[in-house]
């Protein structure tokens, strides 16, 4: 306890420091470049983003420093204070908050904006280690289930009602933290499925897809079991239904869609299926079965979602996205002006300030959640690359770090603080390139704002903090 | 140990793949996919075209004919089109939410990174209220560019118009980009070259909120625009206008042409129209009303309407005649009311009879040139009648009948000159001979020969024997010559001597006691020839050819006056009042001119 001080130096892994302070001064750049105008030349200029910026980033220095310096205590032993305060401001953001673009996710404080979303990430992360932390969690208990279900869901259900689909995303990446924690494949898995059978739901006909989950159903139950026998009296159960169904269509002129008399016999033989199981005691079909029904459900809820519930714009974005619609004048125009500032830039970009595109304010956002654009233009396919490979070297240093860690809770919230980042990363970059739809979320350290670089920086220097000490921490 | 430590690889996994397949997709389209680079361009680019002012038209006194006028088009980009309040557009510029629509459409349908011409010539305070609210309508901007403008309403047929490029145009020359004009007809059409001049292009960086930025690299790549050349025609204006107002009741045409140069010193179209009609934003609705006109206003009657000639072509007949030898000053011809072949006559009007020469031409007795034409064509040396019109038709050819001119007024027609094939097919071959094709020594029959082509006949007779191509253009500002064609010397196979002759007779015909007394002048010594043009579908067109002074002429000119009957009761008064007109610059005979303004149209 003699070198305290000298100890907590030496505990500090400094070549996180080292990244996070090189990308906050590469953001702060672009910020520059992306903003730039004759006028106001002066990087430090404060009527301008980049001045104001550099204040943010001088704030988040003073922030970072006090979260090493402060006792450890604070954030492992408040948690859920922490954790209280912040769903307390997600509630009463909605009732004050300031509507921005639709959403009411804004306090606004004179000219300073205030995002309790953002920080809300560091209380669930804080509160989630907390929980995994505090005793022995096993994934076969249903009441854990029902806690981490409230911890992340709480806030999400708060974000939904804003509603900030951005920050509502971030939160599915506490999944990855969980996979870590031992929370079965088969669930991930399972969301996976999902949604590439919501995605294949809206490319592709109804008839197909509930052609191939009943073809495919019946070839993999007879591959996987090797009950060839009753599969076949399954399938000709099935096709006798179907068949029948056809000429009742035919017949009375009911002009029955197809996909709608496959779906139909197959949930008639469906229920056949499911009688003898129980009476066979075949665990397996039942399971099965209700699995390939489930899907077909699905399906047709996401088509029903799809062309009745949602509203135009989101179906346009949604079709956009999907490239089942090419319109460069109204929900593409973002992207595509993104695409052709990036694109523009080649291999070793237009150079500092040499940007046309994102400087004459073709691209939207260009300083917030657009600011990647400016790094394609200007730094080209080599800046493009040094910042997403800044980003992965942080990612895996986080991970490395969290592996480290002798306490589930410091394991916990680093994998959460990895998740977070990569989930940012990872659809910020991906909107600008048009991989992903727009969805509105910071890019860390470099999208300008004060909320998302504090929220980020307090994010990692916490899991510095963690680190530093995780001698003294037992479990 | 965590049993589950190991799923740290997966979810490494995750990350490092995830960012491979984000720094593939930057590679795509950072450096394979060209296209964004290119988009690029035209993104924060605005090329606005600097458009030259076409060149103006002087006549041949420099009088201003056509000049311009500043108008304003709406532009469209429609890669920078942002969703705008469509009303208040519409309410700005008057037009409709469908316009808007269709156009943007049309816009598009041609290039999105490129402007288009949206709304063409919206009037100067339209433009001034415009440009204030511009910035709320990304996508579009203002171009300016020149309209012709008229001082009179002259000429509207050589000058022709301009009118927008069309795409088989704009793909065969790239210089015209869509919504660019370009002459379409008229020496606008034949001098597009000179009187379009250059555009220039300036480079503005924009904004995608339409805001312009600066210049593109301080203006190193914009070019300027030149201006298009000046033309001087050889057209005197004040003598086209009377043309034009002497004729105004009547259809038909006046070239007058100066002999010793082709210059053309007026060219009558009737019925005209106002040029100023096809200009502007209404151009396709008149130009459509006119080409419904019966009337045919826009057809351009002195390069492209074909009359027989009438007897105005018994001149040429007679120096073929001389040339040949079967005709002399002396030789006389009876008429007893005509030309008396097999059971058939040509019929002639009442005059003494034997005639010399100099009378007949005078007179234009029919039956004198019946017999000076079979003379030609049955002449013994050439073994038959096919070769003796072979003969013929060579010399009629080379007068300059039968073909294009190949003046600088775009669209003239060729007329027509019967061959022997044609004769060999309409009636057999050797089943025809000079008696056959008779009325072709008093300019009927089957001839088509244009107004341009008489009135160069009319030169060529004034300047005993020679013509240059009659031409509209004098003077191109810029060039120190006009086309090295007009300035050639073409000349007739016949001496000027035998000119001489058919000279005498043309000034009998207005001074002697002759057909075409009423176009005589006290103090001008006219030397002309009447003509009627047999017209199978109505009244006989009246035809008058023309030049004088006798020696030295100043001017030569033919008038057609279209089912005017004889040519002596419309045609020759235009003609004399024209000369009048042109030489003295005064009209001492106030009722000849006013009598022509009585003409009524038969249709
Ligand atoms: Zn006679």
């Known amino acids: 306890m003699i070198n305290r ?55 988040a220095f003073i922030i970072a420093t006090v979260i090493i310096l402060v006792d450890l205590k604070v954030f492992t032993v408040s948690a859920y204070l922490l954790y209280g305060a912040c769903i307390l401001l997600l509630m009463l953001v909605l009732v004050v908050g300031q509507k921005v673009n639709g959403a009411r996710s804004w306090f606004r404080i004179g000219s300073f904006g205030l995002q309790p979303a953002e920080f809300a990430k560091v209380a669930t992360a804080l509160a989630l280690a907390k929980f995994m932390g505090s005793e022995n969690i096993k994934f076969n208990n249903s009441s854990t289930f029902v806690i981490i279900g409230i911890i992340i869901g709480l806030p999400m259900l708060l974000i939904l009602l804003q509603p900030d689909a951005g920050s509502l995303l971030v939160y599915l990446s506490f999944s990855i933290v969980l996979f870590r924690e031992g929370l079965p494949g088969a ?57 029948l ?83 460069p004048l109204g929900m593409g125009y973002n992207v595509n002006q993104s695409m052709i500032a990036i694109g523009s830039g080649g291999v070793l970009g237009k150079g500092f300030l040499q940007g046309t595109q994102t400087k004459y304010n073709f691209v939207p956002e260009q300083s917030t959640d657009f600011i990647f654009c400016t790094v394609g233009e200007e730094w ?93 921490l037992f479990r | 140990m965590n049993p589950y430590a190991s799923r740290r690889y997966i979810i490494s996994a995750i990350f490092i793949a995830t960012v491979l397949i984000y720094l593939l997709r930057l590679a795509y389209i950072q450096i394979i996919d060209l296209s964004y680079k290119y988009s690029a361009e035209n993104n924060s680019r605005r090329y606005v075209t600097q458009y030259p002012a076409r060149g103006v038209i002087y ?25 705008f309040d469509t009303t208040e557009f519409c309410n700005l510029l008057n037009i409709t939410p469908k316009y808007v629509r269709d156009n943007i459409r049309l816009a598009r349908k ?67 980009k869509m919504g660019d004009y370009i002459g379409i007809s008229g020496i606008e059409k034949s001098y597009e070259t000179e009187l379009r001049g250059k555009k220039g292009v300036n480079i503005l960086l924009v904004d995608v909120h339409n805001r312009v930025k600066g210049s593109f690299q301080n203006g190193r790549f914009d070019t300027t625009a030149v201006a298009g050349a000046d033309l001087t025609t050889s057209l005197d204006a004040s003598l086209q206008e009377y043309g034009e107002y002497l004729m105004q009741n009547m259809s038909g045409s006046i070239v007058a042409i100066e002999p010793s140069t082709g210059e053309i010193l007026a060219m009558v179209s009737m019925p005209t129209y106002d040029p100023a009609l096809l200009i502007g934003r209404s151009r396709a609705a008149n130009y459509a009303a006119l080409q419904r006109d019966p009337l045919k206003p826009l057809f351009f009657r002195p390069v492209m309407a074909k009359y027989p000639p009438g007897s105005t072509f018994k001149l040429l007949n007679t120096l073929i005649g001389l040339k040949e030898g079967v005709l002399s000053t002396e030789t006389r011809y009876s008429c007893a009311g005509g030309f008396h072949f097999g059971n058939r006559v040509l019929k002639c009007h009442n005059h003494p009879s034997p005639l010399n020469l100099t009378a007949a031409i005078a007179i234009s007795c029919n039956a004198y040139f019946c017999n000076v034409f079979r003379s030609i064509v049955e002449n013994r040396e050439f073994g038959s009648s096919e070769a003796g019109y072979q003969q013929w038709y060579d010399y009629v050819k080379a007068f300059g009948f039968g073909r294009k001119l190949n003046s600088d007024v775009p669209n003239e027609l060729n007329g027509y000159v019967p061959t022997v094939k044609y004769y060999d097919k309409f009636h057999g071959a050797h089943h025809w001979n000079a008696y056959s094709i008779i009325s072709l020594s008093i300019g009927q029959g089957e001839l088509g020969i244009t107004p341009i082509q008489m009135a160069n006949m009319a030169a060529t007779i004034a300047n005993r024997g020679y013509y240059y191509t009659p031409h509209v253009v004098k003077k191109i500002r810029g060039r120190t010559n006009i086309d090295p064609r ?32 009423i176009g005589r002048l006290a103090d001008i010594p006219i030397c002309g020839k009447t003509g009627t043009a047999q017209n199978p579908h109505g009244e006989d067109h009246s035809i008058f050819i023309a030049f004088a002074p006798r020696n030295n002429p100043k001017i030569a000119l033919a008038v057609y006056v279209e089912n005017g009957g004889f040519g002596a009761t419309w045609a020759v008064p235009i003609g004399s009042l024209m000369i009048e007109k042109y030489l003295k610059g005064s009209i001492s005979r106030p009722a000849l001119q006013d009598r022509m303004l009585t003409f009524k149209r038969k249709i």
């Open chain 2, 486 to 517: 007009f300035k050639e010397k073409h000349t007739t196979p016949f001496d000027s001597t035998l000119y001489s002759i058919v000279v005498e007779g043309m000034y009998q015909a207005v001074n002697g006691a002759g057909t075409a007394g």
């Open chain 1, 245 to 327: 169904l056809w000429a009742i269509s035919a017949i009375g002129h009911l002009g029955l869609d197809y996909y709608y008399i496959i779906a139909a016999s197959f949930v008639v033989s469906g229920i056949a299926f499911l009688v003898v199981s129980f009476f066979r005691k075949i665990r397996f079909l039942a399971s099965f079965v209700l699995f390939l029904l489930g899907a077909i459900l699905f399906t047709f809820s996401v088509d029903y979602v799809f062309h009745h519930a949602l509203e135009e714009h989101q179906r346009t974005r949604m079709n956009i996205l999907l490239g089942l619609e090419s319109d």
């Open chain 1, 187 to 243: 669930f991930l898995l399972f969301g996976f499925m999902l949604g590439v059978l919501f995605i294949t739901s809206l490319l592709l006909s109804k008839l197909l897809i509930v052609s191939i989950i009943v073809g495919a159903g019946f070839v993999a139950f007879a591959f996987f079991t090797g009950r060839y026998r009753e599969t076949g009296l399954g399938f000709l159960l099935f096709s006798g239904l179907s068949l």
């Open chain 1, 5 to 59: 001080k000298e100890n907590m130096a030496s505990g500090i892994d400094w070549i996180t420091v080292v990244v996070y302070v090189v990308l906050v001064l590469i953001g702060w750049i672009n910020i520059y470049a992306a903003v730039y105008n004759e006028e106001h030349k002066n990087i430090f200029d404060f009527s301008q983003r980049y001045g104001s910026q550099m204040i943010l980033i001088a704030a």
């Open chain 1, 380 to 472: 080209g396919f080599v800046g493009t690359s040094v910042v997403i490979g800044l980003f992965l070297f942080l990612l895996l240093r986080i991970v490395a770090m969290a592996e480290r860690q002798r306490s589930v809770f410091s394991r916990v919230y680093a994998y959460s603080v990895a998740s977070i980042f990569f989930f940012h990363v990872a659809i910020n970059v991906g909107m600008t390139i048009g991989l992903l739809p727009v969805i509105g979320i910071p890019l860390p350290f470099f999208s300008y704002g004060g909320s998302s670089l504090w929220s980020f920086t307090v994010l990692l220097f916490i899991l510095l903090k963690l680190d530093s000490s995780r001698l003294e």
């Open chain 2, 59 to 83: 006549d041949r006194n420099g009088k201003m004919i056509a000049y311009n006028e500043a108008a304003y088009d709406i532009m469209v980009t429609p890669i920078q089109l942002k969703p």
């Open chain 2, 110 to 176: 041609y290039s999105i990174y490129r402007s288009s011409v949206f709304l063409k010539q919206i009037s100067a305070e339209t433009y001034a209220v415009f440009e204030e609210k511009m910035y709320k309508y990304p996508g579009f901007f203002v171009q300016t560019r020149t309209l012709r403008k008229y001082q009179k309403k002259i000429a509207a047929h050589v000058l022709g118009y301009v009118g927008e490029a069309d795409d088989n145009v704009i793909k065969k020359e790239p210089y015209y």
